[in-house]
């Protein structure tokens, strides 16, 4: 069964903290995607990074950075010196491969507050 | 990125009225969109794929005759609330896959909230 889990309902940070959010995925497939997305209040979900299941390097994009352990089935989700503007509910989701095309299951997400 | 539209971004109505959700994408071609509705303070329930030129496929519980998909066009999908009632009231979200397999993401429209009165 495809399961994305993400343990932390909310997060609350001052300004400039590091904050990290997990995200941990159940799949028996050996080749799947993984992706992270942002939905600030106003509601659209704003696509963060797409991750290949071969591919385990971690990436760096400015102040967000990813890390991927395929060991641990995690991907989770960095953000350095955080700032208010980052305040959004941020969703890990997992894309499989089922009966001829990609599903994506969503994880129940995780609010980070960040206050000035 | 890519950009999907909806619209209305915002729909009132009455219970028992049908209200239809557009769903496009400006600018680039999707032979596959996806609805999705999701309540407040939860995540994204996928509802139905939307392939161009034929029948959705929905996901188990969802009333097909409840919610009509359309998707007559390579750019168009649309999401029809038939007789709708203050439970369908939600927020309903369109994505569009763009890639295939390897490279394939999804990337959301604003999203359209429904107040069923």
């Known amino acids: 069964a495809q399961k994305v889990t993400q343990a932390q309902t909310e997060i609350s940070v001052v300004e400039k903290e590091d904050v990290t959010l997990d995200c941990v995925y159940e799949?028996?497939?050996?080749?799947?995607?993984l992706f992270w997305y942002k939905q600030p209040p106003s509601g659209e979900l704003v696509f963060l990074i797409r991750?290949?299941?071969?591919?385990?390097q971690n990436e760096i994009s400015g102040r967000y950075s990813w890390n991927f352990q395929k060991s641990t089935s995690s991907f989770n989700f960095t953000i350095t010196a955080s700032q208010v503007v980052d305040s959004a509910v941020y969703f890990c989701?997992?894309?499989?491969?089922?009966?001829?095309?990609?599903?994506?299951?969503f994880g129940s997400g995780t609010k980070l507050n960040v206050k000035p | 990125g890519a950009v999907v539209s909806q619209h209305p971004s915002w729909v009132i109505c009455k219970s028992g009225t049908s209200v239809k959700i557009e769903c496009r994408s400006l600018?680039?071609?999707?032979?596959?969109m996806f609805w999705y509705r999701q309540f407040p303070k939860q995540s994204l329930m996928l509802m139905a794929t939307s392939n161009e030129g034929s029948k959705a496929t929905y996901e188990q519980g969802v009333e097909k005759d409840k919610f009509l998909i359309n998707h007559a066009s390579l750019t168009l999908s649309t999401l029809t609330v038939t007789s709708a009632h203050p439970e369908d009231s939600s927020f309903y979200i369109c994505?569009?896959?763009?890639?295939?397999?390897?490279?394939?993401?999804?990337?959301f429209g604003p999203g359209t909230r429904l107040l069923v009165l």
């Open positions: 994505s569009a896959r763009i890639g295939t397999s390897e490279q394939e993401t999804q990337y």
């Open positions: 991750r290949n299941s071969f591919d385990e």
């Open positions: 989701a997992l894309c499989s491969h089922i009966n001829n095309f990609n599903k994506f299951y």
């Open positions: 600018d680039f071609q999707a032979t596959t």
């Open positions: 799949t028996r497939d050996t080749t799947y995607y």
